[in-house]
């Protein structure tokens, strides 16, 4: 465990100690360890409202994983607890910090895998008991949702689009906790599609940057499969079925040649460009009639989100809808921990305007934990998902 120095006699207890003020500086530590990425950043919020990524440390688990085809639980929390606090330690020293320095920790709280969050959380717990800092539980969603006002000053209410391994589903975003799911997948996320088509085809691990590589010398047009959901209304996905398609098309091609792989994985991401492209323009069409004064903003974020067929559709989109489209930079729109970091400063800044404390040592992890309360329950493993 990191040992920060030790807080002094008269510190406040973390557990009561008021929010800054809202026109401070502030400065976080933020962890993240919900899935294979365990990383550590701190970002600062200058006086004037100038964000700054101090540092952003990630280890990647792909190695550990890659010989499964996919995530495994128990390794990846194992991993966690092995690199954590090396990954602290070089993250405050690469930002010039001490815990003295900054003003709390922020970390996620879920969703994620229960072994991988619960390495986090308390780690986080510890650290913030012993340096006497304000604890920040935080959404892993929410630090998706809100990357886009660090990076690209993104003004409330915009479309959020996430797009990964573990969620598909579009969310409209009002301000720090004020969430409205308007679709979502209801079996497999997009990335989840991705990884397990590149299995089945014989391709590396992760599979969305394998699929997108041989997609780029194949015929899209050569296996006609299907478009799951577009002939019904609404914003929600699917895409266990497409996945089946694929599955079928290469048991009647077999035996498969490179280029027939080349030819599946084109056909397959014309598909999903196609699903997310219409369900994109139908989620914009619903943010104009919520917000009918405001410029509309599609924020796209997640692994998926560097999948360049994909970018180019939701451009197209976005250019007839009227629309701005904007996507992180790729390091920041997979899980990391500055958009971890980033969200406690929105939540310390929503919390010094009402006057009210953040979390305490009492809050628990949670391997579900929905952006939209209020939204009604789905059916399908994909929105509950791992980290859904």
Known sequence: MISPQAAP??????????????????????????????AAAVVRLDADGTPHILSDIIRSQVDEHAAFGGVVPEIAARAHISVLDTIIAAAMEEAGVSFNDIDAIAATAGPGLIGGVIVGLITAKAAALAAGKPLIAVNHLEGHALTARLTDDVAFPYLLLLVSGGHTQFLLVEGVGAYRRLGSTIDDAVGEAFDKTAKLLGLSYPGGPAVEA??????????????????????????????????????????????????????????????????????????????????????????????????????????????RL????????TDNAAMIAWAGIERLRA?????????????????????????????GSGRKGAKA
Do not use: Y
């Open 9 to 38: 006699a008269n510190a406040v207890d973390p557990e009561n100690r008021p929010a800054p003020g809202a026109a401070a500086s502030l400065t976080v530590l933020g962890i993240e360890t919900s899935c294979d990425e365990t």
């Open 214 to 323: 041989a997609a780029a010398s194949g015929d899209a047009t050569r296996f006609p499969l299907p478009r799951p959901m577009l002939d019904r209304p609404g914003i929600d996905l699917s895409f266990a079925g497409l996945k089946t398609a694929v599955r079928t098309a290469a048991h009647r091609a077999a035996p498969l040649d490179a280029q027939a792989v080349s030819d599946l994985c084109a056909s397959f991401q014309e598909a999903v460009s196609d699903v997310i492209g219409e369900k994109s323009r139908r989620a914009l069409e619903v943010f104009a009639r919520a917000h009918p004064d405001v410029a509309p903003v599609l924020v796209v974020a997640g692994g998926v989100a560097a999948n360049s067929a994909i970018r180019a559709r939701l451009d197209g989109v976005t250019r007839t809808a009227g629309a």
């Open 326 to 333: 904007v996507a992180p930079p790729h390091r920041l729109c």
């Open 351 to 379: 919390a010094a305007k009402t006057g009210e404390t953040v979390d305490d040592q009492n809050v628990s992890p949670r391997p579900r934990w929905p952006l939209d309360a209020n939204a009604a329950g789905l059916v």
